[in-house]
């Protein structure tokens, strides 16, 4: 299932998913694939992803 | 003194190896160190998975036709190496197409160019040895082309598979960045 909250999460703070990449240490393939849908992250990436956006584990990846 | 070329080149492949190694880590100062993220990491052990998978397929392929058919001029040597290269290809193919293949700091411009010059080499070594003789030699097949030719083929495939999904990959970010 599409993860749209972290692709507006994304958008709203202005970065790619190539700025999000690095931020967070992984490669845009993966930051696409989460987006996606087709990869889900573990606690660790998820954290660092949130931390990235300023948002809360609930917000981007609590359905 | 008794020197055997096929031993010298050995003995100057390791030095060498060692040599560029020992470079690398002085000249990077880590960054020759491979970092891979947790979707590649994890990409790469479904690929070893793949890769087994098709070693014990293609011994057990090995093993019937060499119990049906007896080929004489099919030795130990030539079939070991193509399992090799078989289960290398795989490796690197799933790799490549799962975007686990290059690291997060490599540069695919460059690895493929390296592939490129390196297929070139050994197509030049494949023909050079189909020059000084047949494929099949003393009866047996020549173990020269089969290492040379099954290993331009697997470098040529990769390369060609590696640019292809680089260029996807391009265009999929560029369709994402508007």
Redesign the interface.
Known sequence: MKNLKLKSARAAKDL???QLAALV??????I??IEKGD?N??I??CIAICKALDKTLDELFWE | MNTNPYMIGVCVGILAGLLAVLICRLAGRGRCAKTYDERQIAAQGKAAKAAYYTGMAYAAVCALADALLRPTWLTVAPVMFVGVILTTGVYAVFCVLHDAYFNLSDSPRRTMILWLMLTAVQFLNTWSAFSDGGLIEDGALNMRIVMSLSTGLLLLLVAVIAFVRLTLEKRSARDEES
């Open positions: 790619s998913q190539q240490g992984v490669s845009r393939q993966t696409n694939a990869y992250p573990t660790n990436l």
